[in-house]
């Protein structure tokens, strides 16, 4: 059993700019995570191969990313009862090909799609905690902590904006 409880998949090295941006976020929240390529296309039996092995291994949430057609979130949601969560990359489009071919699944294939790029990356990988901390105390208390931590950012910067201002 592996301590690892998200699986980051991306459809081309290419990828791994923008979907790197989820392993750190998931690093920042201490959870498990492994990352590899596999391609909807080019390695589909791969790809089912690698998703069957990290749910015995138990991964609990998979992140896809990949752009153009991005059939990865989908397919792995097609062979998989884990919650997927498809990152939309801009390979050509603006993007726009990869966030319609993610989000338009076929209903009982659902893919949870955030934005396009690496903001998306790391939204999936908060939606991703979000989801562990349901049956994980652990996960819950980090994300709480990391919940204030981002309150006091902002009105540690907006008490600095306001010092300027009125100085």
């Known amino acids: 059993m592996s301590k690892d409880k998200v699986a980051i998949l991306m459809g081309s090295a290419s990828d791994l700019p923008v979907m790197e941006a989820a392993g750190d976020v ?4 201490n959870i498990g995570w492994r990352m ?15 998703v069957r092995k990290a749910e015995a291994e138990g991964v609990q949430v998979l992140i896809c990313g990949a752009g153009m057609a991005a059939h990865l979130a989908g397919v792995v949601a097609a062979e998989s009862l884990l919650p997927v969560i498809g990152v939309p990359i801009n390979a050509s489009l603006d993007g726009m090909d990869a966030l319609l071919a993610t989000v338009q699944m076929p209903p009982g294939i659902p ?39 981002q309150r006091e950012k902002v009105l540690a910067s ?3 904006l306001q010092a300027r201002l009125s100085g």
Request: glycine residues 4%.
């Open 26 to 29: 998931l690093t920042d929240l």
């Open 36 to 50: 590899a390529v596999r391609s909807a296309h080019r390695t589909p039996e791969e790809t089912v191969a690698y």
């Open 111 to 149: 893919v949870a799609t955030v934005a396009v790029g690496r903001a998306g990356a790391k939204n999936a990988a908060w939606l991703a905690a979000r989801i562990l901390s349901l049956v994980d105390e652990d996960v819950a208390a980090t994300l709480s902590a990391a919940k204030i931590a």
């Open 158 to 160: 907006d008490a600095e």
